[in-house]
């Protein structure tokens, strides 16, 4: 399975920023796709996902600044950021069918002033 994952970056406060991932070479079907974060010395934890059918989850967190988004045809997964924080500074990993599915490398998202 290949991930093909962007949008990371370095912002400040207030700003926003848009992951993607792309999923290729897989041969199971593509239940969920959604995004984790980590940060150095915690665990990894959920930070939304979305179904085949659009269904969406999001963690308190980020509900309301946060919209994910995916493209079936494509098998695409998308995370517009907005009003970003500096508590959003994390490890962005990219999943497909959840912990026990595949996991994308991981695009650092800095919230700096």
């Known amino acids: 399975v290949q991930f093909v994952e962007s949008g990371g970056g370095l912002v400040h406060p207030g700003e926003s920023l848009r992951l993607s991932c792309t999923v290729s070479?897989?041969?199971?079907?593509?239940?969920?796709m959604g995004w984790y974060r980590q940060v150095p010395g915690k665990q990894r934890t959920l930070v939304a996902f979305?179904?085949?059918?659009?269904?969406?989850k999001y963690i308190d967190a980020v509900a309301g600044r946060f919209t994910i988004s995916r493209d079936n045809v494509e098998n695409t997964v998308y995370l517009q950021m907005n009003n970003l924080k500096s508590e959003d500074t994390a490890v962005y990993y990219c999943?497909?069918?959840?912990?026990?599915?595949?996991w994308g490398q991981g695009t650092q998202v800095t919230v700096s002033s």
């Open positions: 999943n497909v069918n959840g912990p026990a599915g595949y």
């Open positions: 070479e897989i041969t199971d079907s593509i239940y969920t």
């Open positions: 979305i179904r085949h059918s659009g269904d969406r």
